[in-house]
């Protein structure tokens, strides 16, 4: 079997949702989906000069909402309007939240058993042109009547309050780890530590004014305890999920490099990572996202290690009672964990924050010289998301 390496990953910034009743347009709610990932297609090209755009083979990339303006095969529109040549072929998946970490995972595995050399993975969500709460069609449904025989489907909100009360997590935990997340990132954000993954994105106001969007510009940093608990519970009748512990409805996308031993050789890449093991884990429908919590079990199984030799985690908060969660079950400490904030503050554009959070992990790797990093990620409809990487020395 031969060795597949990350050589380099990028993200957008994550732009805002579109506000309506506040007069208020999302950076990037006019630009099309497809354009946030040539975006970064062409940056891989640009920042890894010495390889020959058409020794891309193919780019393998995530979206949820695969409707209107991202409907049809992304892959393949994004190396149609990129500076890749028409030889490079394009795939899109769906596992849901937890997308772009398998189209990272197959872009791995498909280098070691031999089928390519150099691939681009990741995934997107425009969460303003294609929103997930959009109006379904109630008499075309994708669910069959068979799969409600069998399970309860309901909507996340609902089923992080059931993660509240299945794991007896306080209100005080929930909002404590809401307020972190808003810091943490400000904080990282004037630290310049997202500078290195971050692609800036031009983009066009309503008065035609330009600008350039180089920052995650979702983050409050005047988010307080005082001002959540004015929040209402939307969920559940005297329940404690709130907006402020929700991962914020945003638009971004993510984008990987990965080559084999040989095209390393060839192209004089220096391999950043590798992946030690991957794994996918399923949990029942309805409480759905706690699923992190046997797939980091397995992944540590699979490798051998410990909670206590991954020196720094990863993990989407889509729902702040998830990682809450999670970290109390398997005894991590807080203080390795979304350093530098996560989802609540930044947001989660649902096919590329796998891809983000696995650019966030390996830079903050950088900056402290660690070597084992996890990213962790629950996916809707009873699935999570699990990868360990080591970083390399370069």
């Known amino acids: ?23 208020f347009v999302g950076e ?4 099309h989906p497809a354009m946030l990932g040539v975006t970064l297609v062409d940056a891989l090209l640009e920042r890894n000069p010495s390889m020959p755009p058409e020794k891309v083979e193919d780019v393998f990339y995530s979206v949820v909402q695969a409707v209107n303006e991202q409907a049809a095969n992304m892959a393949r529109t994004i190396v149609l309007s990129s500076k890749l040549p028409v030889t490079t072929s394009g795939v899109t998946m769906n596992r849901a939240c937890s997308g772009a970490m398998q189209a990272n995972a197959f872009a791995n595995a498909s280098i070691m058993i031999g089928d390519y050399d150099i691939l681009m993975a990741g995934g997107g969500e425009h969460m303003n042109m294609c929103p997930i709460d959009g109006e379904m069609d109630f008499n075309h449904l994708p669910f069959p009547k068979e799969m409600f025989a069998q399970n309860n489907l309901v909507t996340q909100g609902v089923s992080a309050e059931m993660i509240v009360d299945k794991y007896n997590i306080s209100q005080e935990a929930i ?8 810091k943490l990132a400000h904080e990282a954000t004037q630290a310049g530590k997202f500078k290195n993954e971050i692609i800036p994105i031009p983009w066009t106001d309503r008065d035609g004014n330009e600008h350039v969007l180089d ?5 409050r940093p005047d988010t307080t305890h005082e001002k959540i608990a004015k929040l209402s519970r939307p969920f ?59 797939g980091t ?46 989802a609540i503050a930044m947001g989660h554009p649902l096919g590329g924050t796998g891809g983000i959070l696995m650019a966030t992990l390996l830079n903050e790797m950088d900056r402290q010289n660690m070597k084992y990093g996890m990213v962790v990620m629950c996916a809707a409809y009873g699935q999570s998301g699990t990868i360990i990487f080591e970083r390399l020395p370069r």
């Open 1 to 23: 079997m031969r060795e597949a390496y990350l050589i380099d990953a990028v993200r957008t910034p994550r732009g805002r949702r579109s506000q309506p009743k506040h007069d």
């Open 28 to 31: 990037f709610a006019n630009i």
């Open 175 to 182: 909002d404590d780890l809401s307020v972190r997340s808003h």
């Open 215 to 219: 920052y995650d510009s979702n983050i």
């Open 236 to 294: 559940k009748e005297n329940g404690k999920i709130h907006a402020a512990s929700s991962s914020a409805i945003v638009d971004g996308a993510s984008l990987a490099l990965w080559a084999s031993e040989e095209a390393c050789k060839e192209f004089g890449f220096k391999p950043w990572a590798k992946i030690l093991t991957s794994v996918n884990a399923g949990v029942h429908m309805d409480i759905m996202l706690d699923g992190v919590i046997p």
């Open 297 to 342: 079990k397995l992944a540590l199984e699979r490798t051998g290690l410990t909670v206590d030799d991954i020196d720094l985690f990863e993990i989407n908060e889509a729902f702040a009672p998830v990682p809450i969660a999670w970290m109390n079950e398997l005894n991590i400490p807080i203080e390795k964990v979304n350093v530098n904030g996560g």
